[in-house]
């Protein structure tokens, strides 16, 4: 983590979230070298443990429904909504004692507000909720290493071509997002975000915009939740720029869906010799 945090160009930046499995010793390292980061936890490998503890204490027949309330809860969109989801699943699994004390005490009493959606719709995670794109880019590498038992070149030339492959993929969707427009992106409301920011946060954009039908404007209804964890404007924004007939303004997109170039770019004012 300390060697992490060395490569932060200004000392004095955090990542706004970290996330990880349930390593207890990582978390606590993450308090202590980045006390401001929020550190959530791996949505994909929670599911995956509660559902394997489900199938060793409950009976087939409700393991299905079991699970569905589990999910419930876990995408539970504010507290209230939290609160009646955990009860069906207490009363459904009332004779699995087992179980649902593992679910409260691994992971709901000390760690709800790291996965469950209630709390975490509130934190700017971008849409990184599992760790699973890191899993596969291990996953591949290993792939690509063959097994291990392999010398220094071997393993630094399978680690170069990895590396070259993900660039290679990640400048080619770049290039999609400048130059290809989908027919739904055609609109004039999208003029000042076509070319300018990634067609998945398009994508998003668009799917939010059909809740402008029954939000309207009103933000009680909408939540925000587009906004506060993905940094895109939510339905209720989308409701009142609709209402004016106005564009949809780029500096409403978070800076993370507007890079799309691999170059780094140069502060204004940086000593470059021009």
């Known amino acids: 983590?300390?060697?992490?945090?060395?490569?932060?160009?200004?000392?004095?930046?955090?990542?706004?979230?970290?996330?990880?499995?349930?390593?207890?010793?990582?978390?606590?390292?993450?308090?202590?070298?980045?006390?401001?980061?929020?550190?959530?936890?791996?949505?994909?490998?929670?599911?995956?443990?509660?559902?394997?503890?489900?199938?060793?204490?409950?009976?087939?027949?409700?393991?299905?429904?079991?699970?569905?309330?589990?999910?419930?809860?876990?995408?539970?969109?504010?507290?209230?909504?939290?609160?009646?989801?955990?009860?069906?699943?207490?009363?459904?699994?009332?004779?699995?004692?087992?179980?649902?004390?593992?679910?409260?005490?691994?992971?709901?009493?000390?760690?709800?507000?790291?996965?469950?959606?209630?709390?975490?719709?509130?934190?700017?995670?971008?849409?990184?909720?599992?760790?699973n794109r890191v899993e596969y880019a291990h996953w591949k590498l290993k792939q690509m290493l063959g097994n291990s038992i392999c010398d220094m070149v071997k393993c630094w030339k399978a680690m170069n071509s990895n590396l070259r492959l993900q660039l290679g993929n990640i400048r080619a969707s770049f290039q999609k997002s400048f130059y290809e427009v989908e027919h739904t992106h055609i609109s004039p409301f999208y003029g000042y975000l076509r070319g300018s920011i990634s067609r998945a946060a398009l994508r998003r954009i668009v799917e939010e915009l059909l809740r402008v039908d029954y939000v309207g404007t009103n933000r009680k209804i909408c939540g925000c939740t587009l906004r506060t964890s993905y940094g895109l404007p939510c339905a209720c924004q989308l409701g009142r720029y609709a209402l004016g007939g106005i564009p949809i303004p780029i500096d409403v997109v978070h800076v993370h869906w507007r890079k799309l170039t691999m170059e780094v770019e140069l502060e204004v004012g940086a000593d470059d010799g021009s």
């Open 1 to 131: 983590m300390e060697k992490l945090k060395e490569l932060f160009v200004k000392k004095d930046l955090c990542p706004q979230v970290i996330l990880t499995d349930r390593d207890l010793a990582l978390m606590k390292v993450i308090e202590i070298v980045f006390p401001r980061s929020t550190n959530l936890l791996c949505r994909f490998h929670i599911n995956k443990n509660v559902g394997a503890k489900c199938k060793q204490h409950v009976v087939n027949d409700l393991q299905k429904t079991i699970d569905t309330l589990w999910m419930e809860v876990v995408w539970a969109s504010d507290e209230v909504e939290y609160g009646q989801r955990l009860h069906q699943l207490e009363q459904t699994s009332v004779d699995y004692i087992g179980f649902i004390n593992y679910v409260k005490d691994t992971w709901l009493t000390p760690h709800k507000h790291r996965f469950v959606g209630a709390w975490i719709n509130r934190v700017l995670h971008l849409g990184n909720t599992t760790t």
